[in-house]
């Protein structure tokens, strides 16, 4: 549920590259990752398949994530939650000031909004949907406050809520459907990485959120390597036309302590 928040600590070696219809000089400062299928979607809501969601992890965040070191959930998008005495109640303070990628701020009216979507009889989404099929009501608090209430006891639910991915009003309640939006190839989050463009058949850019809330990855450009014959991707890779050492998904930010890796 929760998208992971990569990082990558290899720099990628620079080299001089021909061929398979890509750029013939890799740019300093950028990794190049392959990618198997090309994506149906960008939208976090709707997407399904692998390639799509790592994609995401890099653009979009929740209220919470797992710290990888301990496994428990710790705060990100929400600067701390609290949770009922009966365990059927779940409120999270989400952090003022945190933008989407257009500079407009985040706020509760977004999480509503998502989840009046992901609900959506209209929206593809059905393998999502049963996850909040417990959630009977969900209330704006204030502009930083949402609240959720179970009808029942979920041993899941704070990773259910928390997690829930979160679209940016104000950009898609503009009348378009949901399943074929714009916006769908062209996303807009909160994450260390902006969307920059896609190139059908191809790749798909992104580069650095530079007034990102948090800590900054050094990695300043990630191009995604649409190939999906497996041996023309090692081949690239031979000839250094992608990178083959790419870890993830790791954290390169210890919110709770402030330790980089």
């Known amino acids: 549920m929760l998208n992971r928040i990569s990082a990558v600590l290899l720099f990628c070696t620079l080299t001089c590259i021909s061929g398979c219809g890509f750029s013939s000089v890799r740019e300093k400062g950028a990794i190049y990752m392959h990618l198997a299928a090309e994506p149906a979607t960008l939208n976090p809501i709707i997407a399904g398949d692998a390639s799509e969601t790592w994609i995401n992890e ?109 679209l940016p009003k104000h950009l898609f309640d503009d009348g378009h459907s949901i399943n074929n939006h714009p916006l769908n190839r062209s996303p807009v989050g909160t994450g260390p990485y902006k969307f920059v463009k896609w190139n059908t058949g191809q790749s798909i850019v992104l580069e650095r959120n530079e007034e990102y809330w948090g800590i900054k990855p050094q990695i300043k450009k990630i191009v995604f390597r649409i190939v999906p014959e497996q041996k023309v991707a090692f081949k690239m890779t031979k000839k250094g036309e992608l990178d083959y050492m790419v870890i993830r998904p790791i954290q390169w930010e210890r919110q709770t302590s402030g330790k980089r890796f």
């Open 58 to 166: 890099y653009i979009q965040e929740n209220l919470i994530r797992r710290d990888y070191d301990t496994l428990e959930f710790v705060p990100h998008l929400a600067e701390k939650w609290e949770i009922s005495g009966d365990k059927l109640g779940y409120t999270f303070y989400i952090r003022k000031g945190i933008k989407w990628h257009d500079g407009v701020e985040l706020t509760a009216d977004d999480v509503i909004y998502s989840f009046k979507v992901i609900m959506d009889p209209k929206t593809d989404d059905s393998p999502l949907r049963v996850y909040y099929q417990d959630i009977d009501k969900i209330k704006k608090i204030d502009n930083y406050t949402v609240y959720f209430h179970l009808r029942k006891q979920y041993y899941r639910a704070l990773e259910i809520c928390g997690g829930m991915q979160i």
